[in-house]
């Protein structure tokens, strides 16, 4: 047959009791301790340490932060000191690329070329010219389209001439043919496309 005791709980008394005994109460302080200590590094020591882990993480982003800013820096001061350098010349820039076209220029450094490289000018025309135009990213240039009559080392120095003035300037096309048979010079005639330039 089973044994059916039932055992009993131990009383408050006898709890109490046992609490005195020296070996439970090194137990009972050693608990407590770990009990405490393991709230303290949750609430106080953790939150420390996060926060500290953030800090270094955000220092190391804003020292590469720093780096990309000098570098920034430097290329500025490269950029300022180069202009310093430049500054007493940007006139020439302002003559090789005006903002407006100046047609009135261009066909003086024509003539004038022409004039100094013995070339007869028999015709010159301007292609329409776009004063409003949207793209302001690049250049705008305008096309003269000029006849003329040289022989072909006065045509080849006239080019050398044109391309050598400060404004900007591009010969785009040359078309040389001969003069009407039976004339007897040596005069080519040339019909040329020069591109102008402004901003």
């Given amino acids: 047959m089973r044994d059916t005791t039932t055992q009993q709980l131990p009383s408050f008394k006898h709890l109490i009791s046992l609490l005195n005994e020296k070996k439970m109460k090194d137990f009972t302080y050693a608990t407590l301790f770990f ?3 393991s709230i303290f590094i949750f609430f106080a020591i953790k939150p420390a340490l996060s926060t500290a882990l953030g800090l270094s993480a955000q220092e ?3 020292v590469a932060v720093d780096k990309k800013y000098e570098l920034l820096i430097d290329q500025i001061v490269q ?6 350098e430049v500054r007493d010349r940007l006139y020439i820039i302002d003559e090789a690329l005006p903002a407006q076209p100046y047609l009135n220029v261009i066909m003086s450094d024509i003539q004038k070329s022409a004039t100094k490289n013995n070339v007869e000018i028999k015709n010159i025309s301007v292609q329409r010219i776009n004063l409003v135009d949207s793209k302001k990213d ?3 240039s305008m096309v003269v389209n000029v006849d003329l009559g040289a022989s072909f080392d006065n045509y080849v120095r006239f080019e050398r001439d044109l391309t050598q003035q400060r404004r900007l300037k591009n010969i785009k096309s040359v078309v040389i043919g001969r003069e009407t048979e039976g004339s007897g010079s040596a005069t080519l005639q040339i019909k040329a496309e020069i591109e102008g330039y402004y901003l």
């Fill in 79 to 84: 950029i300022q000191s180069a202009l310093e």
């Fill in 35 to 37: 009990i405490i200590f």
């Fill in 138 to 140: 690049v250049f705008r």
């Fill in 60 to 62: 190391k982003s804003l």
